[in-house]
């Protein structure tokens, strides 16, 4: 690290379980962050800012006046632009060093067989169930961590599958493609402003935590969120032997 870094990551550094050798892992590292919105936005920041060394988004749609509520990367002056350009533009604006990989398509099966095999870690920040068995297959394929968070209303969740650790669960495992889950959106279910926040910030943490060894990830942990009450309770997901994507790992 040069001395502008030295300076401009001193609060890491300052860390001892970071350290220099932490942030210079940070800085070699890869993030994929699939979705761009509410989620994306509170990740792409603070991944950008702790000085991930290169992060590609994935986001097929542009900023709406009605996304400005929570999506905190976006502005007034982004309406109408792709949502992972405007990032790109946010993530820049705070640490111009960081790389940034925009692509404006939808994240299908041949699109993140291409790039979560490049990534560190996955970050899946989207709001769909056929997008998120996407993701996790990839993961699961080619054995990267994926920090999977939700929020919907009032209530967020977020874990860590790790196809890395034989004991983790993958997507797959405790959410089913064959089960008949109720599929809420945003517009039409509404979500709390904050909460988003809130889920974004603890998957950041989570990926960095990955990304340096520090601490203990939310493998096998479903971390889940009532933010009436701010009360979080968490429970253990055992893996599912039988999983049709990753009993055979």
Do not use: W
Request: with cysteine.
């Amino acid at each position: 690290m040069n001395d502008a870094q030295l300076l401009r990551y001193s609060r890491h550094i300052l860390l001892d379980e970071l350290g220099i050798e932490g942030q210079q892992q940070l800085l070699a590292s890869r993030a994929l962050i699939v979705g761009a919105g509410g989620l994306g936005s509170p990740v792409a920041l603070y991944l950008g800012s702790a000085g991930v060394g290169h992060i590609t988004v994935v986001d097929h749609d542009t900023v709406d006046v009605t996304n400005l509520q929570r999506q905190i990367a976006h502005t007034l002056a982004d309406v109408g632009q792709p949502k992972a350009q405007s990032i790109q533009q946010a993530i820049a604006s705070i640490n111009p060093d960081v790389q940034v990989t925009v692509i404006t398509q939808r994240a299908d099966d041949a699109l993140l067989d291409e790039r979560v095999c490049l990534a560190d870690v996955v970050l899946d920040c989207t709001d769909n169930f056929t997008t998120r068995h996407a993701i996790n297959r990839a993961c699961v394929k080619h054995g990267k961590p994926l920090v999977s968070g939700a929020a919907i209303r009032f209530d967020g969740q977020v874990t860590v599958y790790d196809p890395r650790d034989a004991k983790s669960p993958c997507y797959e495992c405790v959410f089913p493609e064959t089960s008949s889950f109720e599929e809420a959106q945003c517009a039409t279910m509404g979500v709390f402003a904050p909460l988003v926040g809130i889920i974004g910030s603890v998957q950041a943490a989570e990926a960095l935590k990955l990304l340096t060894g520090v601490g203990q990830a939310l493998t096998g942990r479903l971390l889940m969120l009532d933010g009436r009450h701010m009360a979080f309770n968490e429970i253990r997901m055992p893996k599912n032997i039988a999983c049709t994507v990753c009993g055979h790992h």
